[in-house]
């Protein structure tokens, strides 16, 4: 895992179906609420400071911590989609990048990095 990671990784291997997790996070927004909340007064913390220096150095670390975290749940989606291309052979980049929300393209690319026995960043 990458520095500074203090997640545990997504719970992939507990459902019979790999597609089932990734729908099931693509039909409810409910689980990611607690995390929305938290960004949110993590903002508004920032945004009660008087000094606009220091609010735009607090926004400055929150946007970093932000996206170290996408960076993190990115790769883990990306492990999963080449799971997924693994496990449903049948299913086309096209009709898995649309039911995922992603471009074809990048569902081409991982299962190139697949082919050649990589793995996707992370």
Known sequence: MPE??????????????????LTAFAASPAPFSTVVEAIERASRRVGRRADPLERALGYGKLI????????????????????????????????????LGVFAQR????????????????
């Open 64 to 99: 970093a911590e932000l996206q170290d975290q996408v960076t993190l749940v990115a790769a883990e989606r990306d492990a999963a989609i080449t799971e997924v291309l693994a496990t449903v052979p049948g299913m086309s980049h096209r009709r898995l990048a649309a039911r």
């Open 107 to 122: 569902v081409d690319q991982l299962a190139k990095i697949a082919r050649a026995g990589g793995r996707p960043r992370g």
């Open 4 to 21: 500074g990671y203090r997640g545990s990784p997504m719970p992939v291997n507990r459902f019979p179906c790999v597609m089932q997790l």
